[in-house]
């Protein structure tokens, strides 16, 4: 399966409190109503400004082996190096909001609208990941339609420049897919352009597979931990059951 | 003359930029010196900013709207500096190291070492390490800030410092990294003088670094 998918804007609009702890706002703390109307404000530019698009494209273990090892510049020990190869199936992908919604930010700082700017400089990173989420939900819904993997299968991804995947990783995945065909180039020093895009791989095969411990030498250096989130997501476990944060 | 100067700090620190334009205008008809609103009402309102910003009482948006509104009281105020120009803190040499695009954290410390009363001389993005030296030098900066938001692009802060010290500058010159996937660690490893984890503790570390230099 090789696809590309046009969404909507509305179709990749984040839920308020996905992007506030962005900006330092803890979420259910009362907010000031200037606070409030520069959020409706960065939302309706969002939607305004924003183009997204994505694609997908299936690729077996013995390819993404090839790719994942990239430059040869991974960590020795990732956990994507034993999640990948116990998968039912991989695609790799990329997604962008296109260049407006970054044109647009710039502009906001530079007409000193800071708080705009960087309100809806939060609201786009959180929906680039909203559009990773809807194909996510695209190729996860068609493995199953076609009888390839079962509802109680899961999907997971991971990019370049997290968790020991080094950033040149980017360079055999751009030589595979192709993303240039949905507006985004990559420079030398591995950027994306428009800045507001995401790259990796979709690893779909049993739930389990997933877990693993966050005692990586390079997790000491990781400042976010989101994996533990991701993979208590996909478990079904709530914080509040496990408030310990193992998995 | 003090309620003026506290009533523009208010305005400041609620964001509304309009008022604090306002009032400058008139505390400067009152004869209040320059001088006096811009360090008793403008960097003095940023300071209460700064502190319930870490105190976590109020949030970033609320910073960034204290920025605006201590620009809007710069601008009154700047014709009248014109002469000897703004009087600073300091002067900092800013910006996002080659290879890099992204801005948005550098431009958050940028708009917050203006609130508090510096000098700041934004480079933009994707810097040459000789263009960080040179601009610095040129300028007689105190300090040179370089934000990288990823780790192919973050050697290039260690290529500054390393400039810095073969043209023998780090006594005069000093240096501060940061983004996500800078640590303290990194920042000893290289040899830069400080690591800012977030734009206010970037603040409080140049604040520190200029009292070296």
């Known amino acids: 399966m090789k696809k590309t998918i046009r969404m ?8 308020r409190n996905c992007f506030l702890n962005g900006l330092g706002i803890v979420p259910g703390r009362k907010r000031s109503e200037r606070t409030e109307a520069i959020l409706d404000r960065a939302m309706q530019l969002f939607l305004a400004s924003c183009h997204p698009i994505g694609m997908i494209s299936e690729v077996s273990i013995p390819e993404f082996e090839v790719l994942y090892h990239g430059e040869g510049l991974n960590e ?3 956990p994507l190096d034993l999640i990948f190869r116990k998968a039912d199936t991989l695609a790799i992908f990329a997604a962008t909001l296109g260049s407006e919604v970054s044109e647009r930010i710039d502009e906001l700082f530079k007409s000193f609208e800071f708080a705009l700017g960087s309100m809806l400089d939060s609201v786009a990173s959180e929906g680039t990941e909203r559009a990773v989420d809807r194909l996510e939900e695209e190729f996860f819904d068609w493995l199953v339609r076609k009888g390839r993997v079962g509802h109680s299968a899961g999907i997971l991804r991971y990019s370049p420049g997290y968790c020991g995947w080094h950033m040149s990783g980017q360079r055999k ?4 897919l192709h993303p240039e065909e949905i507006g985004i180039t990559l420079l030398e020093s591995f950027i994306m352009v428009p800045l507001k895009s995401i790259t990796g791989v979709m690893v779909v095969g049993r739930k389990e597979i997933h877990q693993f411990e966050d005692s990586y030498p390079f997790c000491k250096e990781c400042r976010t ?7 208590r997501k996909l478990m079904g476990v709530s914080a509040v059951q496990n408030p310990e944060g193992g998995i | 003359m003090m309620d003026i100067l506290a009533d523009i700090s208010q305005h400041l620190a609620q964001g509304d930029h309009e008022r604090v334009s306002q009032l400058t205008k008139k505390a400067l008809e009152q004869h209040t010196s320059p001088e006096e609103i811009l360090n008793k009402a403008l960097i003095e309102g940023m300071n209460v900013v700064g502190t319930r910003y870490r105190n976590h009482e109020i949030f970033l948006p609320d910073v960034l709207l204290a920025a605006k509104a201590m620009y809007a009281g710069m601008d009154v105020l700047r014709p009248l ?3 000897g120009g703004i009087p600073t803190s300091g002067k900092v040499v800013l910006g996002t190291v080659q290879g890099d695009l992204h801005d948005i954290g ?18 933009g993005s994707n810097v040459a390490p000789e263009k960080f030296i040179g601009v610095a030098k040129q300028e007689d900066a105190g300090v040179i800030g370089m934000s990288a938001l990823l780790t192919t692009t973050m050697p290039v802060m260690g290529r500054v410092v390393e400039l810095l010290k073969r043209e023998g500058l780090t006594h005069r010159i000093k240096t501060i990294i940061g983004g996500a996937p800078v640590s303290e660690k990194f920042a000893a490893e290289i040899g830069a003088d400080a690591y800012g984890y977030d734009s206010a503790h970037a603040i409080e ?3 520190e670094l200029m009292n070296e230099v």
Do not use: Q
Request: glycine letters at 6%; a negative charge.
């Open chain 1, 8 to 15: 909507k804007a509305d179709d990749v609009k984040p839920e």
């Open chain 1, 76 to 78: 020795e020990e990732t």
């Open chain 1, 173 to 176: 995945l751009f030589e595979f």
């Open chain 1, 225 to 231: 931990h989101s994996c533990r989130d991701r993979i």
């Open chain 2, 81 to 83: 500096f014109l002469k």
């Open chain 2, 106 to 123: 550098k431009n958050l410390v940028g708009i917050m070492l203006k609130g508090a009363g510096f000098e700041v001389i934004d480079l």
């Open chain 2, 205 to 207: 570390c140049i604040k």
